[in-house]
């Protein structure tokens, strides 16, 4: 531990140097902090637990280098779920990006896939949850590779990308990720559609994600279905579904309601883990967000909220007893230029 820590404070030390060499922009990032209470679970173990954690830290540096490059460099720590352990650092974002004329961008590194980065960013509420996407590890919202990306005044958004599917970890095979997006964004409507085949040790994934949107001065509303196939080399292919649906509803100037639901069309799901282990791999889930946000300060939200999962009966005959989560989420934001 106390090694990773001192490698983490040189890094922050070279950035610190570059940003005197360069044109630095600013140090910017976000804290949140949490008291969890499990209500009820199906599993024992962590049935009744309650207490508090860290669900995330992000710490990012963002430079301009000048005739229309940047650079930014992202860290991020996590308490662990459920048990005990420390929060160790670890490179969630890294790389260069150059403006080649028009509305087009070039971006190499570890950065976001096109497969829910707008979804997530209509969401809002990503500190409190996943999109359903990212939730069940239908697709990773880091890889190492290189994107092409742009927009047009019409509302047009476009983005291509190749990259390792490895996430932001090492590459261990000669399998790649090729990645697409097409979407359209005005002051009323939100659409995505984005997709990606990527092979992996042996394995063939195909997603697909179809995603539509409704804004306003009321809030926002959006669904959507997501779809991913898994085809091994030998033996049969399996798929799975989830259609997703959320709802924010403006209070006031500072307050939302929001509300989300997503459903999982099959089983067969891998158990997500985290902060909300799901039971997915034997019976059909169904997961229910609800909460408030309220701006309490121009840099702190504040948002209790519920998570409720219930479970149809699979093809196995099984079917869980519900969970039940209560949560008091903050979210502290911070930023400083250099």
Not at 175 to 189: E, F, M
């Amino acid at each position: 531990m106390l090694k990773k820590v001192t490698l983490f404070c040189i890094a922050l030390c070279s950035l610190a140097s570059f940003s005197v060499m360069g044109h630095a922009d600013d140090i910017k990032g976000y804290i949140l902090p949490e008291y969890y209470i499990t209500g009820s679970n199906h599993n024992d173990a962590i049935d009744g637990q309650h207490g508090f954690w860290l669900r995330r830290i992000y710490f990012g540096y963002n430079t301009d280098l000048g005739n229309g490059w940047s650079a930014r460099v992202r860290f991020e720590m996590n308490s662990p779920a459920f048990k005990e352990g420390t929060m160790d650092p670890y490179i969630k974002n890294a790389h260069l990006a150059g403006k080649l004329g028009g509305d087009l961008q070039l971006i190499m590194g570890i950065i976001e896939p096109p497969s829910f980065d707008r979804i997530e960013k209509f969401w809002g509420y990503r500190y409190i949850e996943k999109t359903a996407q990212d939730f069940f590890k239908f697709a990773s919202s880091r890889d190492f590779g290189v994107a092409l990306t742009g927009n047009t005044k019409s509302g047009l958004v476009y983005t291509v990308m190749y990259g390792n599917y490895g996430s932001n970890k090492g590459e261990d095979n000669k399998g790649k990720a090729v990645y697409g997006r097409i979407g359209y964004d005005s002051k009323s409507l939100f659409l995505d559609l984005n997709g990606y085949y990527a092979a992996d040790n042996g394995k063939d994934y195909t997603n697909l994600t179809l995603f539509g949107g409704l804004k306003g001065d009321w809030g926002r509303f959006g669904v959507g279905y997501h779809y991913l196939d898994i085809a091994p080399e030998t033996g049969d292919s399996t798929n799975n579904g989830i259609i997703s649906a959320f709802a924010v509803v403006n209070m006031s100037k500072k307050s939302e309601l929001f509300v989300r639901y997503d459903h999982l069309t099959n089983e067969n799901f891998k158990n997500p883990g985290g902060y909300v282990p799901i039971e997915c791999a034997n019976s059909k889930a169904r997961f229910v967000i609800a909460g408030m946000n309220f701006r309490i300060h121009k840099m702190i939200q504040f948002s209790p909220n519920v998570k409720y999962v219930f479970f149809g009966e699979g093809d196995s005959g099984i079917k869980h007893d519900s969970d039940f989560y209560i949560n008091l989420t903050a979210k502290i934001d911070f930023k400083t230029k250099i």
